[in-house]
């Protein structure tokens, strides 16, 4: 059987430091220590997003939440930009707002779902998947459905749909872009393209604290 090399001293939860030595991927995939360093990656990646999130200005600077711009929202922000520029920024503040909004609802789910992770999912993590593509399948879905109503009342309390609407008035572009003959952007439509950049722009996060720190904690890995 291949071997595989963890070499690292690892700090885990408590701030034990555990060295490891040689063992084959099974054995680190349905190690108990296998698992524990999986979730503890998991769940700082979550942390972070999590500050970044409760944190207006890192929000508002964080390219990775940037990223995750729907299509849909990036097209209205594009022709916002073109006849009401401030718009665009009020948007992006009021989303800001309604990110720092959500974390509370956020973080329960993300953590029960890294709290159930088994030896199956780390084993898919050993042969290449990412922790956090397992963590979006378990839970993307649930976390646009469980936040997209505080976006929603978050975003009415400002009155940004409103807004935008009006500024929108006139131009066929929302019939181009939203199909038909819609005129004017619907508030829960606006609020669900939120919800989806938040959602993914925290997975966005997470990923990226997991390419980070991954190969001083799980690698690198050789025959």
């Known amino acids: 059987m291949k071997k595989y090399i963890i070499a690292a001293a690892l700090i885990i939860g408590t701030g034990a430091v555990i060295t490891t030595s040689v063992q084959s991927c099974t054995t680190l995939a349905t190690s108990d220590m296998g698992l524990s360093i999986i979730k503890r990656i998991l769940l700082n990646g979550i942390d972070k997003g999590?500050?970044?999130?409760?944190?207006?200005?890192?929000?508002?600077?964080?390219?990775?939440?940037?990223?995750?711009?729907?299509?849909?929202?990036?097209?209205?922000?594009?022709?916002?930009?073109?006849?009401?520029?401030?718009?665009?920024?009020?948007?992006?503040?009021?989303?800001?707002?309604?990110?720092?909004?959500t974390v509370n609802t956020s973080k329960p789910i993300l953590e029960g779902a890294?709290?159930?992770?088994?030896?199956?999912?780390?084993?898919?993590?050993?042969?290449?998947?990412?922790?956090?593509?397992?963590?979006?399948?378990?839970?993307?879905?649930?976390?646009?459905?469980?936040?997209?109503?505080?976006?929603?009342?978050?975003?009415?309390?400002?009155?940004?749909?409103?807004?935008?609407?009006?500024?929108?008035?006139?131009?066929?572009?929302?019939?181009s872009l939203l199909g038909g003959n819609k005129s004017t952007v619907n508030s829960g439509g606006l609020s669900q393209l939120a919800s989806e950049q938040l959602v993914n722009g925290l997975f966005n996060i997470i990923e990226d604290y997991e390419h980070q720190n991954s190969k001083s904690l799980l690698g690198p890995f050789g025959k």
């Open 50 to 101: 999590m500050g970044i999130y409760g944190n207006k200005e890192a929000f508002l600077q964080n390219n990775m939440v940037d990223k995750a711009l729907p299509k849909e929202l990036r097209d209205i922000n594009s022709t916002l930009e073109k006849i009401a520029p401030s718009l665009v920024a009020k948007e992006r503040d009021y989303i800001a707002q309604a990110a720092a909004y």
């Open 114 to 175: 890294v709290n159930s992770l088994n030896a199956q999912d780390v084993t898919r993590i050993m042969q290449g998947t990412t922790a956090t593509q397992i963590l979006k399948e378990k839970t993307s879905q649930q976390l646009i459905a469980a936040i997209a109503p505080k976006v929603d009342e978050k975003l009415n309390e400002y009155g940004i749909v409103k807004t935008i609407n009006t500024a929108l008035s006139g131009s066929n572009f929302l019939g």
